[in-house]
């Protein structure tokens, strides 16, 4: 059995997460022989950090991050840091030897992201991007449904995320809508999945143009650090919203499904949706669809004659992806958290060189790209063309490191 010696950078929510994914991997990676230790964590919060000790367990905890990165015992890191500080600690954290775990967008533009990539590169260390939705096992099959053509060519994709987090105007006005701070607004958030899950499951994008609008021009101001995005702040200081709470873009997709077009949609201020993140693929021979809503669901036609045309319902079983380690049979099902336990375990099967199935950094380049042309043609209009970096996991059968 080896010891993994565990770094942690922020621990909000997602630090959280990230502590009781590696905490799992004993009970659903038993394979992998490693066992975690958590040896310390740092948050710019002191109270935070004492957190991390106190309750998730690290050995120790400091409010320098530096701390984290120059301790002989810490193997892999964890970077769930605020998106203004990715590209600053995940460069150091490739420069200390650290393997990287980094959620996304790992950089707020395509250049921030190619740095922390080449840093990576340099170093030769592995790398993991936080893009946990396309480890849900209904999507892992849509995958491989795609990949061995039992729909036939790809001929169009839908996809949305729309989400209700930010719809109540009193919403707090927090770094997320900074942008200095987060760059991008709902389109490095969650386009930035769908755009990851776009390419993932069907192949690279090759060209894309954009759309964007902001709907809740001002939010009453939340201090850094305090609360989360979630927050509703009742007679706060109104201060503004400096970047978008819709994005739009139709998109054209080149190698793995060539002649492939597709929308895509994301929304932080949709009301109703909670979490409506839907992939629908259709192709000559059928289609596919999926909703994070329903994640341990897929929708799948196949055929257009016959008797039973139309769409059946396949619920996740152990044939799907890594559902066989959750849960023993359909019915069951899996949540939020385990694809995050997926995530930790395959960045561990690429750590210890044992297989690649991980998203890394590449992917994560060539999201940003996708994702630069989406803010860029909004605002210029027409098309830009998507320099597609070597190395991805995009279909088919292709992998990164």
């Known amino acids: 059995m080896r010891e993994l010696g565990i770094g942690l950078i922020s621990v909000g929510w997602m630090g959280r997460v990230h502590t009781q994914a590696y905490q799992s991997l004993p009970i659903y990676y038993p394979e992998l022989e490693v066992k975690p230790r958590l040896v310390i964590a740092a948050d710019t919060s002191e109270e935070r950090a004492q957190y991390a000790a106190d309750t998730l367990g690290y050995e120790s905890f400091t409010t320098d991050y530096k701390e984290v990165l120059a301790h002989p015992d810490v193997d892999v890191v964890s970077v769930c840091a605020p998106n203004f500080l990715h590209e600053e600690m995940g460069v150091a954290a490739a420069k200390a030897g650290k393997a990287l775990w980094i959620e996304k967008p790992a950089g707020r533009t395509a250049a921030e992201t190619q740095a922390i990539a080449d840093a990576v590169a340099a170093a030769g260390v592995a790398s993991t991007v936080g893009f946990n939705y396309r480890h849900a096992p209904a999507l892992e099959e849509m995958r491989r449904i795609v990949t061995e053509g039992g729909i036939g060519r790809v001929t169009n994709v839908r996809g949305i995320f729309f989400a209700d987090y930010s719809a109540d105007p009193r919403g707090a006005l927090s770094w997320r809508f900074v942008k200095e701070l987060a760059g991008s607004g709902v389109v490095g958030d969650l386009m930035g999945h769908l755009v990851d899950l776009a390419q993932y499951v069907v192949g690279s994008i090759d060209s894309v143009t954009g759309l964007t609008s902001t709907v809740h021009a001002e939010r009453p101001e939340l201090p850094m650090g305090s609360g989360t995005h979630f927050a509703v702040i009742e007679d706060g200081e109104m201060k503004p919203v400096e970047n978008e709470d819709y994005g739009g873009a139709l998109v054209r997709f080149g190698g793995g499904s060539p002649g492939a077009v597709g929308t895509l949609e994301a929304s932080r201020v949709a009301v109703g949706p909670r979490s409506r993140y839907e992939l629908e693929v259709y192709g ?118």
């Open 284 to 401: 000559t021979e059928g289609s596919m669809s999926w909703d994070f809503e329903r994640m341990n669901e897929l929708q799948l036609a196949t055929g257009y004659s016959g008797n039973r045309v139309g769409y059946q319902r396949l619920l996740a079983s152990p044939h799907f992806g890594d559902f066989g380690r959750f849960q023993p049979g359909a019915g069951p099902n899996m949540g939020y958290d385990d694809l995050k336990i997926v995530e930790a375990g395959k960045f561990i099967e690429a750590f210890l060189g044992l297989q690649h199935r991980n998203s890394t950094l590449i992917d994560a380049v060539s999201a940003s790209r996708v994702l630069d042309g989406v803010l860029t043609t909004a605002e210029t209009g027409g098309w830009a063309s998507i320099d597609q970096p070597e190395g991805t996991t995009h279909q088919p059968g292709q992998s990164g490191a």
